[in-house]
């Protein structure tokens, strides 16, 4: 199996070209390509710059709640391109607009799902950051959407459309490494703590209400905001969902492939999740855990595990974060700047830098846009399934216990309590999931 195969041979991705027919009419090749880009200050700026800086996109819409990030990209933007986009708070505006092909979405983690949904719905692609949603019901959703819609989804996990890892990927299906039952992911960059800051008025500008969304409804606190929402339970999915995702979604590559190597099929979902961990580090306001080990049993007979500690100065395995795959043979290492191989006593066996794919994973999302086949880091078969693994850990640790998870319904079996956190407990109207046929 070569990875062109690997990559596209699902019968998922065969539904979502077919039902694609059915859709919105695909760009030809020679149309520009219209989008809007929403959420755009922190990582929805780089998405803004990189989209913008494509020749054959143009950026009609930014979308923004916070009007002096907003003001302040649509003019980054007319000064870069020569044309002015048009500045919005609202992204539906740009879904009624029959001219945008499609929605980028930079936003947090609790606004990835509904506007997908959203924009499923009304016919445009969708470049959703990671992880799917902010949890795993979201994520369903939104695949549903993209089916039932024919619409293409590309997750924000760049590493699928780099080329340095196809070369790394193509190498471990040869089967260099043996026999493979064990890969694992870890993060172990150093960050900080948030310290304790009263409840204030939002900023002038800042559509709190609407930032809020889903989310339960609470005073401003600075602390909660701008970069650092991802470390609450209401907004974010911790370390695991932020950089986790793109090592777990690394390493279930690499493992699928070396497994692949071995004339084996891929090992699916786990059958059980095990998460122990906490604040061990950060005495701060922040609730998800800054040291955490998370494992996941195959039942096929695999294991992979992902590694946390987000307070450490220095690398394992020479990488401050990155994917590892073991096998009686050998062991791969990969970073974020390279890869590497290695045979049982550790000599270096082949070595390789990574390029930085961002340009290319947006490319790709549309040139399928064009060609209405499915994107290297396509959310059914590629993203939806690595962000489970991050909800599934993180249920994990929140239910304190190792959990029995069935690939069949989605669900822990017979466990009431961990199957409160595949939602939420309520959306706040009018910000309510929609339930989508075959979900």
């Given at each position: 199996?070569?990875?062109?195969?690997?990559?596209?041979?699902?019968?998922?991705?065969?539904?979502?070209?077919?039902?694609?027919?059915?859709?919105?009419?695909?760009?030809?090749?020679?149309?520009?390509?219209?989008?809007?880009?929403?959420?755009?200050?922190?990582?929805?700026?780089?998405?803004?710059?990189?989209?913008?800086?494509?020749?054959?996109?143009?950026?009609?819409?930014?979308?923004?709640?916070?009007?002096?990030?907003l003001a302040s990209r649509v003019g980054q933007i007319e000064a870069k391109t020569g044309k002015r986009p048009?500045?919005?708070?609202?992204?539906?505006?740009?879904?009624?607009?029959?001219?945008?092909?499609?929605?980028?979405?930079?936003?947090?983690?609790?606004?990835?799902?509904?506007?997908?949904?959203q924009a499923c719905q009304a016919g445009k692609d969708v470049y959703v950051e990671k992880p799917d949603g902010?949890?795993?019901?979201?994520?369903?959703?939104?695949?549903?959407?993209?089916?039932?819609?024919?619409?293409?989804?590309?997750?924000?996990?760049?590493?699928?459309?780099?080329?340095?890892?196809?070369?790394?990927?193509?190498?471990?299906?040869?089967?260099?490494?043996?026999?493979?039952?064990?890969?694992?992911?870890?993060?172990?960059?150093?960050?900080?703590?948030?310290?304790?800051?009263?409840?204030?008025?939002?900023?002038?500008?800042?559509?709190?209400?609407?930032?809020?969304?889903?989310?339960?409804?609470?005073?401003?606190?600075?602390?909660?905001?701008?970069?650092?929402?991802?470390?609450?339970?209401?907004?974010?999915?911790?370390?695991?969902?932020?950089?986790?995702?793109?090592?777990?979604?690394?390493?279930?590559?690499?493992?699928?492939?070396?497994?692949?190597?071995?004339?084996?099929?891929?090992?699916?979902?786990?059958?059980?999740?095990?998460?122990?961990?906490?604040?061990?580090?950060?005495?701060?306001?922040?609730?998800?855990?800054?040291?955490?080990?998370?494992?996941?049993?195959?039942?096929?007979?695999?294991?992979?595990?992902?590694?946390?500690?987000?307070?450490?100065?220095?690398?394992?395995?020479?990488?401050?974060?990155?994917?590892?795959?073991?096998?009686?043979?050998?062991?791969?290492?990969?970073?974020?700047?390279?890869?590497?191989?290695?045979?049982?006593?550790?000599?270096?066996?082949?070595?390789?830098?990574?390029?930085?794919?961002?340009?290319?994973?947006?490319?790709?999302?549309?040139?399928?846009?064009?060609?209405?086949?499915?994107?290297?880091?396509?959310?059914?078969?590629?993203?939806?399934?690595?962000?489970?693994?991050?909800?599934?850990?993180?249920?994990?640790?929140?239910?304190?216990?190792?959990?029995?998870?069935?690939?069949?319904?989605?669900?822990?079996?017979?466990?009431?309590?961990?199957?409160?956190?595949?939602?939420?407990?309520?959306?706040?109207?009018?910000?309510?999931?929609?339930?989508?046929?075959?979900?």
């Amino acid at each position: 199996m070569n990875r062109r195969t690997f990559l596209g041979s699902s019968a998922a991705a065969a539904a979502i070209s077919m039902a694609a027919q059915t859709g919105q009419a695909a760009p030809s090749a020679s149309e520009k390509i219209t989008v809007c880009v929403a959420g755009v200050r922190g990582r929805g700026g780089s998405l803004l710059e990189t989209f913008a800086a494509i020749p054959e996109v143009t950026v009609k819409y930014v979308c923004d709640l916070d009007a002096q990030v907003l003001a302040s990209r649509v003019g980054q933007i007319e000064a870069k391109t020569g044309k002015r986009p048009e500045g919005i708070k609202d992204f539906r505006t740009a879904l009624d607009d029959k001219s945008v092909d499609a929605l980028v979405l930079g936003t947090p983690d609790h606004w990835h799902a509904l506007p997908t949904i959203q924009a499923c719905q009304a016919g445009k692609d969708v470049y959703v950051e990671k992880p799917d949603g902010h949890n795993i019901l979201e994520g369903l959703t939104m695949v549903a959407a993209a089916k039932k819609h024919g619409r293409i989804i590309q997750l924000g996990t760049q590493a699928r459309s780099d080329t340095g890892l196809f070369a790394c990927m193509d190498w471990l299906q040869e089967g260099h490494l043996g026999k493979v039952r064990f890969a694992k992911a870890w993060e172990s960059a150093k960050q900080g703590a948030l310290s304790t800051v009263p409840d204030s008025e939002p900023p002038k500008g800042f559509d709190y209400d609407t930032w809020l969304g889903p989310a339960p409804l609470r005073p401003f606190n600075a602390r909660r905001f701008h970069g650092n929402w991802r470390w609450f339970f209401d907004y974010g999915t911790g370390d695991l969902g932020n950089d986790g995702v793109h090592r777990l979604d690394v390493a279930r590559w690499a493992l699928e492939s070396a497994i692949a190597g071995e004339k084996k099929p891929a090992p699916g979902l786990p059958s059980q999740v095990a998460a122990l961990g906490g604040k061990y580090y950060f005495d701060d306001v922040q609730e998800w855990p800054d040291t955490l080990m998370v494992t996941y049993n195959f039942a096929a007979g695999y294991l992979l595990t992902y590694e946390m500690r987000i307070w450490s100065p220095y690398p394992l395995h020479e990488e401050s974060e990155g994917a590892a795959v073991y096998g009686d043979n050998g062991y791969a290492i990969i970073g974020n700047s390279r890869w590497r191989a290695f045979d049982p006593k550790g000599k270096l066996l082949r070595e390789e830098k990574r390029p930085t794919p961002d340009t290319a994973h947006a490319k790709n999302f549309l040139d399928c846009m064009r060609s209405r086949q499915a994107p290297s880091a396509d959310l059914a078969t590629i993203g939806q399934p690595s962000s489970l693994l991050c909800h599934l850990g993180n249920a994990a640790w929140r239910a304190g216990r190792t959990l029995e998870f069935d690939p069949a319904t989605l669900s822990f079996k017979n466990d009431k309590d961990a199957n409160k956190y595949i939602t939420r407990p309520e959306y706040r109207k009018p910000w309510v999931l929609p339930k989508i046929e075959d979900v």
